[in-house]
């Protein structure tokens, strides 16, 4: 940002505008300052107080107007974030949602800068963070995001496709996912995901594909899978067959009934 701000103040350049500050060579009039013989008539030579318009030249102030004007925070996404335990070594940062409620597009990002510069690692969605957003259609969820917390995605009904580059999710909150009704595929199998809130995928009845990690699944609340599409068909990495039918159990205790369940051996 700062080098931007560089470009901006070489603004300050055209601002000297020398051509301009040349005229204070024709008001200044050298060649007639110079007769001695004129020189004094102290009234021709104020002009020359004329020609001290510096405050004109001092534009240059006002180009200083043009680094704020640059506001480095407005080049900044739409996206909102939360803070906490700001005074710590190791702030929380959450993403909070967007300012741009038209957006169909959302990209949860790695990191965000601070006041300083310095990089900050965004590691949760906070709590109902794009709840009942009607517009979003893509949602990108970084490689830094270990947890996505109660309600971030319920009732996105046009959401259709969620992309989740974490490797790092060890918990998805209840209702995260609920109501979405265009959703047709979420795959989480490389997180480490232990828990499954209640109705995280309730209603999703366009969703033909989840894939998960039964490794480090341990819990899938009730209704979690509740009113999904007949046709789901949930892909179940696990090291061994006893595993597996452990996660079948809880897939069919959550509400899904009728779904497909596929077993895919991974240590």
């Known amino acids: 940002e700062t080098t931007t701000q560089s470009e901006t103040t070489t603004q300050s350049e055209t601002t000297t505008q020398p ?19 004129t020189t004094t008539q102290p009234e021709t030579t104020t002009q020359s107080e004329t020609t001290t318009q510096p405050e004109t030249t001092t534009q240059s102030e006002t180009t200083t107007q043009s680094e704020t004007t640059t506001q480095p925070e407005t080049t900044v996404d739409t996206s909102l974030y939360n803070i906490k335990k700001a005074n710590s070594k190791n702030p929380v940062i959450e993403y909070a949602g967007t300012k741009d409620k038209k957006a169909e597009k959302i990209i949860i990002k790695k990191w965000i800068k601070d006041t300083n510069g310095s990089k900050l690692k965004v590691t949760k969605v906070a709590k109902s963070a794009l709840k009942g957003n009607k517009n979003v259609k893509y949602i990108l969820v970084a490689s830094n995001i270990n947890e996505i917390y109660n309600s971030a995605f319920q009732k996105c009904i046009n959401l259709k496709k969620v992309v989740i580059k974490s490797k790092k999710i060890i918990r998805l909150g209840k209702n ?9 595929s979420v795959d989480i199998s490389n997180n480490q995901v232990k828990s499954i809130g209640s109705g995280t995928f309730y209603g999703c009845k366009k969703m033909k594909s989840l894939k998960i990690n039964g490794n480090s699944l341990s819990y899938i609340g009730k209704n979690a899978l509740k ?14 067959l006893r595993k597996f039918n452990d996660v079948v159990k809880m897939i069919k205790n959550s509400g899904a009934k009728k779904v497909s369940i596929k077993f895919v051996k991974r240590k």
């Open 176 to 184: 995260v996912f609920k109501g979405d009704i265009n959703l047709t």
């Open 227 to 240: 009113n999904t599409n007949s046709k789901l068909v949930i892909v179940v990495y696990a090291k061994n």
């Open 19 to 37: 051509e301009t500050t040349t005229q204070s060579e024709t008001t200044t009039h050298p060649e007639t300052t110079t007769q001695p013989e």
